[in-house]
């Protein structure tokens, strides 16, 4: 792998946990959603600046283009993150359900037990 493109990835990875840690100051990403972000652009730069450990993992699984394996480990924790959003996504989507519910069956009591209350609309 060339200088050129450790310097490439390791610059990309630098950006992105910059990225990270200013969207965690400015409190719009929150500490337990940010630390696979986290894992990842740390990885992504010890593999870009370290490229004997690259070059062994490329080696180790089979790929001859050590910069390429780089990419496929970055991918392979975009997957993780995107797994992890989408559990997440489905745990709120279900209370947003129940809570819509809860909800409505307040709203039904509540109108139950003061029909005067709505001014006599319907």
Same mark, same amino acid.
């Given at each position: 792998?060339?200088?050129?493109?450790?310097?490439?990835?390791?610059?990309?990875?630098?950006?992105?946990?910059?990225?990270? $840690?200013?969207?965690?100051?400015?409190?719009?990403?929150?500490?337990?959603?940010?630390?696979?972000?986290?894992?990842? #652009?740390?990885?992504? $730069?010890?593999? =870009?600046?370290?490229? #004997?450990?690259?070059?062994?993992?490329?080696?180790?699984?089979?790929?001859?283009?050590?910069?390429?394996?780089?990419?496929?480990?970055?991918? =392979?924790?975009?997957?993780?993150?995107?797994?992890?959003?989408?559990?997440?996504?489905?745990?709120?989507?279900?209370?947003?359900?129940?809570? =819509?519910?809860?909800?409505?069956?307040?709203?039904?009591?509540?109108?139950?037990?003061?029909?005067?209350?709505? #001014? #006599?609309?319907?």
């Amino acid at each position: 792998m060339t200088v050129r493109i450790s310097l490439v990835a390791a610059g990309a990875a630098l950006v992105l946990l910059a990225v990270i $840690f200013e969207l965690i100051r400015s409190r719009r990403l929150q500490e337990r959603y940010a630390l696979l972000w986290l894992l990842t #652009g740390t990885v992504i $730069f010890v593999l =870009a600046v370290w490229r #004997g450990a690259l070059a062994a993992f490329a080696d180790a699984v089979g790929i001859h283009y050590p910069p390429s394996a780089l990419f496929i480990v970055a991918s =392979a924790f975009i997957l993780v993150v995107l797994l992890h959003y989408s559990t997440v996504i489905s745990e709120l989507s279900e209370k947003n359900t129940t809570l =819509a519910q809860r909800l409505a069956l307040l709203e039904k009591r509540l109108e139950d037990k003061m029909p005067e209350a709505d #001014g #006599g609309r319907e």
